[in-house]
């Protein structure tokens, strides 16, 4: 490595990831924070299991309709402004989910119709920040280094739980503070930060290397030739417009993969404090040991990036990680040890996070540009489906049984398919690098 890759790729590191993972941190706590709400606001809102999937999971439903369409306005109006437009709205309706009893009553909806509606407005609202990101970071860092970038980016999911939890569970007992329940302001308190991230977003992020005045002239050149040369070379080796990405076998492919993934982070997740709470700890106790799996897979997360780099391997790593995950959940049907579960539970934590980074090297290792943020943005959008499908799928299986283990068998099979799909498709890792004489012309 020469020394101007280490300085530049140092500096846009500095300059760009932990802002990007405090973004990603707020979104995706305001995504979920509702599984720690559940601990009160179901009965509160006279949700059933069902009901909570159902309306827990149909906010990617309007994500998946809005996904593609806002990725495409991001690569024409910048991620500076579109992400910044993002938050202010996701920031908005995700203090609404607190006022659900006053809409239910100012609109004459149910409160569980009520719950539904807003959710679906949340998913609009978020639709596109999670894809949009991970095109805007191609757009910053050459092939080689995308997998522990995006592992430290995602590193957010499972710390939005791990610091999150905490939070939720202080919040909860703010009952009857100026007329609020707790879960009330735990949504409150919670969508503020999105709020004040959209104003930073306007203010500091850059849309492309070329605008970088905060690199130094040989750094802005490295960079830009570098990022153009990796473009050309996926582009000589297929060229393929947006509707053929979106219609693209091996895209679609890694929707199937990428819907197992999600269908294992969410389908837990959302249930992860009732079952949790089922134990028979405290409604503080039971967030702070929800929030031991997601610890462990942010650690996983950002080594198995690192390594996946390292190694400039993907397929393995990715179907291991999905091995470990579906293994994991099935060891947590098998016991009804507290420890054991949780254990079980860890163990599956830290093989769905550590495939994540992994997981985006493989599409942006062959698409470039509008296709490129096509092509994220359908395997997200169709990806997450699983969000709903999961989800309610836990729910009802639990209405059902009237416990979760058919809930959890079934995720565990959504990712065995995405191993096999994995393993099955075709992968060229010398398009993720360019030759090193042609990395270093502007040396």
């Given at each position: 490595m020469s020394e101007i890759e280490k300085r530049t790729i140092a500096k846009v590191s500095a300059r760009l990831v932990l802002f990007l993972v405090v973004c990603y941190f707020v979104a995706y706590l305001d995504r979920v924070n509702v599984g720690s709400a559940a601990l009160t606001m179901n009965k509160a809102l006279g949700l059933s299991s069902s009901a909570f999937g159902f309306g827990a999971g149909i906010f990617f439903i309007a994500y998946f309709f809005f996904e593609v369409p806002s990725n495409l306005f991001l690569a024409k109006f910048g991620a500076r402004r579109w992400i910044a437009r993002i938050m202010i709205?996701?920031?908005?309706?995700?203090?609404?989910?607190?006022?659900?009893?006053?809409?239910?009553?100012?609109?004459?909806?149910?409160?569980?119709?009520?719950?539904?509606?807003?959710?679906?407005?949340?998913?609009?609202?978020?639709?596109?920040?999670?894809?949009?990101?991970?095109?805007?970071?191609?757009?910053?860092?050459?092939?080689?280094?995308?997998?522990?970038?995006?592992?430290?980016?995602?590193?957010?999911?499972?710390?939005?739980?791990?610091?999150?939890?905490?939070?939720?569970?202080?919040?909860?007992?703010?009952?009857?503070?100026?007329?609020?329940?707790?879960?009330?302001?735990?949504?409150?308190?919670?969508?503020?930060?999105?709020?004040?991230?959209?104003?930073?977003?306007?203010?500091?992020?850059?849309?492309?290397?070329?605008?970088?005045?905060?690199l130094e002239n040989d750094e802005r050149a490295w960079l830009s030739s570098t990022l153009a040369a990796e473009a050309r070379q996926r582009e000589a080796a297929r060229s393929m417009s947006v509707v053929e990405t979106l219609l693209n076998p091996h895209v679609l492919a890694l929707a199937l993969v990428y819907f197992g993934a999600v269908a294992s982070n969410y389908g837990v997740g959302f249930f992860m404090p009732q079952i949790v709470k089922a134990f028979g700890y405290s409604d503080t106790i039971t967030l702070l040991i929800t929030a031991i799996p997601y610890a462990i897979g942010a650690v996983g997360m950002i080594w198995y990036g690192r390594r996946s780099d390292e190694k400039v391997e993907r397929k393995g790593h990715a179907a291991v990680a999905l091995l470990i995950a579906a293994v994991g959940l099935i060891a947590a049907t098998l016991t009804t040890d507290p420890l054991m579960k949780m254990t079980a539970f860890s163990i599956s934590a830290f093989g769905v996070f550590a495939v994540l980074p992994v997981f985006w090297t493989l599409p942006t290792s062959f698409l470039s540009g509008p296709a490129a943020a096509a092509g994220i943005a359908i395997i997200n959008a169709l990806g997450n489906l699983s969000g709903f499908a999961?989800?309610?799928?836990?729910?009802?299986?639990?209405?059902?049984?009237?416990?979760?283990?058919?809930?959890?068998?079934?995720?565990?099979?959504?990712?065995?398919?995405?191993?096999?799909t994995v393993l099955l498709l075709k992968h060229d890792s010398s398009l993720e690098s360019v030759a090193p004489a042609k990395r270093t012309l502007v040396e």
């Open positions: 709205t996701w920031g908005i309706l995700s203090g609404a989910m607190a006022f659900i009893p006053q809409i239910s009553n100012a609109t004459g909806l149910s409160p569980e119709y009520t719950f539904y509606a807003v959710r679906v407005l949340l998913g609009a609202a978020e639709a596109g920040f999670f894809p949009g990101i991970i095109f805007f970071l191609t757009l910053w860092f050459p092939g080689v280094y995308r997998a522990r970038i995006v592992g430290m980016f995602m590193a957010a999911i499972p710390l939005s739980t791990v610091i999150g939890s905490p939070i939720s569970a202080y919040l909860l007992q703010f009952d009857g503070a100026m007329g609020l329940a707790g879960w009330q302001w735990l949504f409150i308190v919670e969508a503020a930060p999105a709020l004040i991230m959209a104003v930073a977003v306007l203010a500091y992020l850059t849309d492309s290397p070329a605008e970088a005045t905060w999961g989800p309610y799928a836990m729910g009802a299986l639990k209405d059902y049984t009237g416990n979760y283990n058919s809930g959890l068998l079934l995720i565990a099979g959504f990712v065995l398919i995405s191993m096999v």
